[in-house]
């Protein structure tokens, strides 16, 4: 059975960092492109950043440029999420997903393009 465990989230002050992982199980990350989402409430959910199937290509939202970093590990089957700078507006529940894809390149923050998830983590930025 396919399965998504994110982890590493939690409460922060601002300016701080966390590293959030995503442990798949069930089946092979390298099959498959592997975004980061959030959602915070009250809002609708956004798309942080995107690996590709072969790593070579990563996708973030301007909201996070320069301040986030996606990587991915094949062997050990779990893709990370560095962030680093963090601000209040971060505070969301973070989720990822993965689709399987022929494409080693593709990347993309829809949503929709995105088949399997996690349950999230909770990040909270505050003083």
């Known amino acids: 059975q396919l399965q998504l465990v994110e982890s590493g989230g939690g409460l922060v002050q601002p300016g701080g960092s966390l590293r959030l992982s995503c442990a798949a199980s069930g089946f092979s990350v390298d099959n498959y492109r592997i975004g980061w989402f959030r959602q915070a409430p009250g809002k609708e959910r956004e798309g942080v950043s995107c690996?590709?199937?072969?790593?070579?290509?990563?996708v973030y939202a301007d909201s996070v440029k320069g301040r986030f970093t996606i990587s991915r590990d094949n062997a050990k089957n779990t893709v990370y999420l560095q962030m680093n700078n963090l601000k209040p507006e971060d505070t969301a529940a973070y989720y990822c997903?993965?689709?399987?894809?022929?494409?080693?390149?593709?990347?993309?923050?829809?949503?929709?393009?995105?088949?399997?998830w996690g349950r999230g983590t909770q990040i909270t930025v505050s003083s």
């Open positions: 690996i590709s199937r072969d790593g070579s290509r990563t």
């Open positions: 997903a993965a689709s399987p894809t022929p494409n080693v390149v593709y990347t993309t923050l829809s949503s929709r393009d995105f088949a399997s």
